[in-house]
């Protein structure tokens, strides 16, 4: 299946990366679907740099908790998941049900990246750790609750005059603390010149566990096919579990109104 749910697990970190032409908002949103229908006892802690809730609620509306995988081989189609093969389970995430039970707590980053800022602090991403260190210590006190913090997106606070160092700094303390917590860590992070790494992204890359890589097709977007997508293992595990992909033979994925459908390069015609 891709992608896969497992991912991250527990304690690791997934890196999503992407670009201007195939954003990966419907993966961010994949992820907090599949993490809060889990379990009853499933939390997420939502970290947004520059979307404000309202643009996470409408998203979510349309979100769907199981995309399907097809691969079609000898003229037929398989799918993999073992759902339907036109997108029509579709479970809508009610992100203000989530938020009114505790399930999902909302930060908005700037609230706290922006006084220290003001301020010229030494250190403008402490107050921003600080806050979703409590939230975590919260979210998993006196409860055996499954914790996920999804970050997004962590480019945005270069842009904003973050230095490299303090950026780099921050995302090894939060991935760290994460692991500590034995809490998942998604981290989204837009990438501006594709095939060039700057150091914040060199830097993410050596944190990882795994890198789901979204990109767009050398031609532009079609009709049926929206983007594509690559998975690969972080330095920090030695023999994968999942199924790796790599670019030259990338998944690519369509967007629907209910949600995405993955399939094999050039097989795209064939799931309409």
């Not at 499933?42 to 349309?62: F, P």
């Not at 260190?133 to 997106?153: F, H, I, P, Y």
């Not at 991935?175 to 998604?186: D, G, P």
């Amino acid at each position: 299946m891709f992608a896969p749910d497992a991912l991250p697990l527990p304690g690791e970190l997934l890196l999503i990366t992407d670009e201007l032409l195939a954003p990966a908002d419907f993966l961010l949103h994949r992820h907090l679907a599949a993490h809060l229908k889990e379990s009853k006892s499933s939390k997420c802690v939502l970290v947004s740099v520059s979307e404000d809730i309202g643009r996470w609620k409408a998203v979510a509306q349309r979100s769907v908790r199981h995309t399907q995988y097809i691969i079609l081989r000898h003229a037929a189609v398989v799918n993999i998941c073992g759902i339907l093969t036109a997108p029509s389970l579709v479970q809508n995430l009610n992100l203000t049900q989530n938020l009114d039970t505790g399930a999902l707590t909302f930060l908005d980053a700037m609230s706290f990246v922006s006084p220290s800022l003001d301020e010229r602090s030494d250190v403008p991403l402490k107050s921003l750790y600080q806050k979703i260190k409590k939230t975590l210590d919260d979210a998993q006190n006196g409860a055996e609750s499954t914790v996920s913090v999804v970050l997004d997106d962590i480019a945005a606070l270069e842009w904003i005059g973050i230095s490299i160092t303090d950026i780099s700094r921050f995302s090894r303390a939060l991935s760290a603390l994460c692991r500590k917590l034995n809490a998942s860590l998604v981290l989204r992070y837009h990438v501006t010149t594709p095939g060039e790494p700057d150091d914040v992204l060199r830097h993410l890359l050596q944190l990882c566990a795994y890198h789901m890589d979204v990109f767009p097709l050398s031609s532009g977007r079609s009709g049926t096919v929206s983007g594509q997508v690559a998975l690969h293992c972080g330095p920090s595990i030695p023999e994968s579990q999942h199924r790796l992909v790599t670019r030259s033979s990338a998944v690519q994925y369509r967007l629907t109104d209910v949600g995405s459908i993955f399939f094999d390069r050039g097989t795209g015609s064939g799931v309409l």
